[in-house]
């Protein structure tokens, strides 16, 4: 829409401010702001003018000159601190919506904050996990009378979740009056946050009536918390159900789990259904399905959902070359590389530990040493410890176990089992028994449950011929319960 500000008149300019601010860009907001200073219209109260304008540059995440537009005011009314105060926590500048409120009722002649300026501070207070200054604010809402509005009940039962206290979240909830579908959704996400998902369903079962956040929060809930056939089940019981159609955020949810437990049949019958409804792909869906068919093995289907992306980011990138270097493929992860290079997308360190982790499938060492320097060195990426696992499993596999010892005394943060059992493994293929029974130990003081010390131990002792302590040594793993995991294939039907 192109404005002409000598032509504006008071009313166009008032039907502009009133119903359409929010559309705008910022150009033409500057535009509208203008012509409110050079010519205002008498019928508009300039309060109502700054919530408009603080609203709109909100939705144009136009922080600063909100605040700008906000610090004219000579007498803000409740209105424009609650605009304020909502525009920052819109979008995370919790602190600073915190000190407006603080502002606010420490100021003389402010007005008295409402229940909509209580629901904003209770969500920066959450935001901030700042136990402290939630539960005097809740103090307060208690006081003015606003503890049963439903909004700001809600808010607090999220509220108290996120400061991991659901007692209080739940005695909050038994206090709404009204409570609507919204309230019984924060309940069940916080249970799911809490890791509570046994409390979770059963809130989830009493839930009067389900919308499709009702199903999201219980199917992501079961996924977030690793519970990847559970979440697939509550999937299929509302298709049962019938009456709520799943939406992007369920299809995503579905396929993570998919992703994690091999279900590929139900992942292509996601697909079919994404492309029989003739669905956009777009972004999130396009990675949702990429990743399962990588993690099940399906490279080329991957390729074929990854090539009809309209869009792609570095999640997109990345998981290509995690795939193709997972199942064998180095020279393809690199090609991919390259062209994500040349797309002007920059690397992150998830796609690093597949560039990593598919030389160390290669074996080209020198190759993954020189990326691992340039990640550090030119990409400004600080190594974190899976790649370091993964240079000190190329040079395990490498048979430069010095090297790799020294890189695992050298690292700046603590070496895991994971780090340790690369050492380890390239100690058994080397045949390097007097190291690898040092690491082995090494392990077992990280983890004393860690089975390969025990089998590796076991097995250099017998290989020494004495067989009495690699004996011992299965006898200790019987006593402490510890057995070796036999392999499984994880691609299931559905």
Known sequence: MKLQSCNCNHLKLTTLLLNCADHFQTKQLLQIQAQLITNPPPSLHRNLTAVKLIDACASNANLRHAHLIFSQLPNPNVFAWNAIIKAHVRYGDWEYALTCFHRQVSFPGAPKPNEYIYTSVVKACAGLDAIADGLKVHGVVIKSGFDKNIHLGTSLVDMYFKFRQPGNAGQVFDEILLRDVVAWNAMVSGYCLCGDLASARRVFGETPERDVVSWNAMIGGYVQNGKYSDAIDVFHEMQKVGGTMPNDVTLVSVLSACSHIGALDLGRRIDRLLDRRRRGLNLYLGNALVDMYAKCGTMEEARRIFDDMQERDVISWSTMISGSGVHGDAGEAFRYY????????????????GLLSACSHAGFVDK?????????????????VGHYGCVVDLLSRAGRLDEAEGLIDSMPVEPNVIVWGALLGGCRIHKDFRRGERVARRLLELDSGYTGSYVYIAGAKALAGRRLDAADCWLRMQHEGISKDPGCSRIRGS
Not at 370 to 380: A, H, Q, T, Y
Request: aromatic content about 12%; charged content about 25%; hydrophobic content about 45%.
């Open 338 to 353: 390259f062209k994500m290079i040349e797309s002007g997308v920059k690397p992150n360190d998830v796609t690093f530990m």
């Open 368 to 384: 993954g040493i020189d990326l691992f320097s340039k990640m550090i060195k030119e990409f400004r990426i600080v190594p974190q």
